[in-house]
């Protein structure tokens, strides 16, 4: 009988310890079958979020330009939203170190908007668009040049202020 229970006893407990084998075997393939699934995921590049940022710059020069204050702290926030991204996406950048230069200007634009001055956010404007092209230098992007927008980049936007009916 004790010989009985002995075999018993070491058979259930090398099964407890196959079954957590085999568990832990089958569980290991999953996170690197996953692992493997999120390395080939999409991933926005630098170059994409500064693509973006470059339209919501030309697109915040218009609105500003036409008092559209509400488009313009719209713009704003797209910007501010791709310069929290980047770090997060592109954190192997060396270039995202330079990030924080563009905030100073971010907010003196905000504070334009938010006063609704024209003058104000003009000056802002030329601020901002002049630590873009200062942090390209910094970078060594330098050949990146950006202006103040001449036309639109986008003709099916009307860049007005509308109020409501």
Known sequence: MKVMLLFLFTTLVFSCNHSTADQTQALQKRIDSL??????????????????????????????????WQLADFETGEIKEALEDIPVYCAERPEVQKLVMINPAIDSISKAIGAKNSQQFKSSFVLLTATCNNCHRATNHEFNVIKIPAVPPFSNQDFKAHVPD
């Open 35 to 68: 692992e493997n699934k999120l390395a080939k995921t999409y991933r926005p590049g630098l170059g994409e979020f500064m693509s973006s940022i470059q339209i919501h710059h030309a697109k915040l020069w218009f609105a500003g330009e036409n008092q559209n």
